[in-house]
């Protein structure tokens, strides 16, 4: 019963002992050292502090607070948010440095050295090592310091190799944004001493600040797990009987080597034991990273391949890798259906734009015709007849065959089934009247004028037109209404054939070749081609005649005319 109270005071002061035994240990644990050139920028924090502000600080045994403000003014010291800021630093800022702060566990105390030297360049604050043949990043640490206080550079990172201008051999070296520089396969010329500088803004003065870092190049190779991008549990579709091309690609690391192997097995197996399978592999450069690229080509599909494993391995002396895929038959059915889907909608396509250009202009009758019924807005034009009609012959005499036509197919087909009013010389004038004076309030009270051109006879002299073929009154009267004061249109139908219009009139060659002509052959029994002819001539007139007959309203304060729409027979 005696040893209990010993047993009790040894609990309750091992903590305490423990406590100020781990204290003493941080006491005297090296400080760690910072190496900066004088005139340069630094900023010392209290690193095991965090982000508590309530710090104190002291440099051998004098404190630097609010206190001991003489001395820092002398110092050109500031502390600000628990950091000592050198604006610039100077070589009687050298010394050992302790900072005071309190946590949950008590009163604590961290010691550092600031080591300030004249040189351009400081030491080296850091070794690293780099492997030769390798691609190696080396990072500028103060960019990532100052940003966390909030500082912005004024100008890109500046890097130096034992305090000279960086220039390095073969590839050239780069800087990026971050201020990383890299070294592209790096070789044993790349060994020494690099320096960052950066350039801050403090308050309106300028200031800068420099890293140092030692790196040291070796011949070892350095070999990284292998990762296969390529493929990962793909399916592909292949026809029977065709050959295929399969591609595996992975991830090597920075370097290439004699120790890294890319190989494919089929359910398993190796494809060296099974014949019509071949694989090869190389190396490819992508950026700083070095790919291998294994093909396998298999010479003809037979169903044996398909819905196996097809796996593509890699593997090196620290690790391994693999990638599947399986092959399975395409279905073609689709690929028929939306040929034929395709190939349909084409055909159809093709066959309605030729129907359309096939039936344009009964296509335009209809629309004139729809237009005309849904319109309720009319006015009269006074006009009496629709077309006045009117022969014309290179010799100058008209021959009897154009009879039935003047005098049977036009009116039976314009007056009889489609409501027009013509007006025809011989048969519509009254006996007795002053015939000039008849055609030409003919001529007037006309819209269009029909002029039938007969065609050229094989025999005859050719002669000038002018002493061929003098125009008729009508003709005459009916061309100045068209040419000059733009009254009246004027088709032009050839009767029978080709019209030599060499030997007619300059106005009337002036028509033909501005507006065209239609070309009027009568269709032989049993004939196709003629009767098609026959009917796009009949329709192709009809569009040149006015929307409305005489006598009847018509749309919009002027006729619809078509004359400048030219059909060219």
Not at 193 to 220: H, I, K
Not at 243 to 254: F, I, K, N, W
Not at 300 to 322: A, F, K, R, T
Request: glycine letters at 8%; charged letters at 20%; hydrophobic letters at 35%.
């Amino acid at each position: 019963m005696s040893l209990c109270p010993n047993m009790w005071l040894w609990t309750c002061l091992l903590p305490v002992l423990l406590l100020s035994h781990t204290q003493a240990h941080n006491q005297h644990r090296a400080p760690k050292t910072f190496h900066v050139s004088e005139g340069q920028l630094f900023i010392l924090p209290c690193s095991p502090a965090g982000q508590q502000r309530n710090v104190s600080w002291s440099r051998e045994g004098q404190k630097l607070d609010q206190e001991g403000q003489r001395l820092i003014g002398s110092l050109g010291v500031e502390v600000q948010e628990g950091r000592l800021w050198f604006k610039p630093v100077q070589s009687r800022h050298s010394g050992v440095y302790t900072c005071h702060y309190r946590s949950q566990t008590g009163e604590h105390q961290a010691q550092m050295e600031l080591s300030v030297s004249r040189e351009k360049c400081p030491f080296a604050d850091e070794h690293r090592t780099q492997h030769q043949g390798v691609t190696g990043m080396l990072p500028c640490k103060l960019q990532h310091h100052y940003k966390f206080y909030n500082l912005s550079s004024t100008r890109p990172v500046r890097w130096m190799k034992d305090c000279a201008p960086l220039h390095r051999a073969g590839a050239p070296v780069r800087v990026d944004e971050w201020g990383y520089l890299w070294l592209q396969e790096a070789s044993s010329q790349d060994t020494g001493t690099y320096t960052c500088f950066l350039d801050l803004s403090v308050e309106g003065q300028n200031y800068s600040a420099a890293w140092s870092m030692e790196v040291t190049v070796t011949d070892e190779t350095v070999y990284v797990d292998p990762t296969v991008v390529y493929p990962q549990d793909q399916v592909l579709p292949v026809k029977l009987g065709d050959s295929v091309e399969l591609q595996c690609r992975a991830d090597l690391g920075y370097s290439k080597d004699d120790h890294t192997f890319m190989y494919w097995l089929l359910n398993h197996t190796h494809t060296d034991d099974h014949p019509g399978l071949s694989d090869s592999w190389h190396y490819v450069q992508e950026g700083w990273r070095v790919h291998g690229v294994s093909t396998l080509l298999i010479s003809q599909v037979h169903p044996g391949l398909l819905n196996v494993s097809i796996m593509c391995c890699v593997n090196n002396p620290v690790g391994e890798d693999h990638g599947q895929l399986w092959l399975t038959q395409a279905d073609t059915s689709a690929f028929h259906r939306s040929l034929g889907w395709s190939l349909g909608l084409s055909l159809a396509l093709l066959l309605l734009v030729a129907s359309v250009y096939y039936c344009r202009v009964e296509l335009l009758l209809l629309h004139r015709d729809l237009r005309g019924r849904c319109s309720k807005h009319y006015v009269a034009d006074e006009k009496l007849y629709d077309g006045i009609v009117t022969c014309l012959h290179p010799s100058g005499l008209v021959p009897s065959e154009l009879d039935p036509f003047c005098l049977q197919l036009l009116p039976q087909r314009l007056e009889t089934q489609w409501g027009y009013k013509l007006y025809i010389p011989g048969r519509d004038n009254c006996p007795g009247e002053a015939v000039h004076d008849a055609l030409s309030d003919a001529v007037k009270r006309s819209r269009r004028l029909l002029l039938l051109l007969c065609a050229s006879s094989p025999q005859g002299a050719v002669q000038p037109s002018d002493e061929l073929q003098p125009l008729c009154y009508e003709q005459r009267v009916g061309l100045y209404d068209a040419l000059m004061l733009k009254e009246l249109h004027i088709i032009l139908i050839e009767i029978g054939g080709p019209v030599d219009y060499s030997r007619l009139p300059k106005s009337v060659q002036y028509l033909k070749r501005t507006q065209g002509a239609l070309l009027w052959r009568p269709a032989p029994r049993g004939r196709l081609g003629f009767l098609r002819s026959e009917r796009s001539f009949w329709n192709r007139l009809h569009y040149y005649m006015p929307q409305v007959p005489s006598g009847k309203s018509q749309l919009g304060p002027k006729a619809f005319s078509p004359a400048s729409s030219v059909v060219v027979c």
